[in-house]
Nanobody, 117 residues
């Protein structure tokens, strides 16, 4: 079964930056897209960024212009560069691959991002 291992989270001050990484077991180009999700306390998990096989990207309104998703097919790794962070970005961040019926069921542990002064 595919596994997703996220890393790079931490505590950062408002306005700061972090770069998240997600290493995937197996080829990521088998998925329609690679996605980053986040889940804040008491809220549902939400899709924040997506990169398709052809490197077309999608961002949620709340992160557009501040976050950049990228992929390295050779390393089976997906990245999320996060700039101008604010308290609303505090959440556990997960990556996943999108299949024809949605994300795989193989959610990783995620990586905690906390934005606080």
């Amino acid at each position: 079964q595919v596994q997703f291992v996220e890393s790079g989270g931490g505590l950062v001050q408002p306005g700061g930056s972090l770069r998240l990484s997600c290493v995937v077991s197996g080829r990521i180009d088998r998925f329609y897209a690679m996605d980053w999700y986040r889940q804040a306390p008491g809220k549902q998990r939400e899709l924040v960024a997506e990169v398709l096989r052809g490197n077309i990207t999608y961002y949620s309104h709340s992160v557009k212009g501040r976050f950049t998703i990228s992929r390295d097919n050779a390393m089976n790794t997906v990245y999320l560069q996060m700039n101008s962070l604010n308290s609303e970005d505090t959440a556990v961040y997960y990556c996943n691959g999108r299949t024809s019926i949605g994300p795989t069921g193989a959610w990783g542990q995620g990586t905690q991002v906390t934005v606080s002064s």
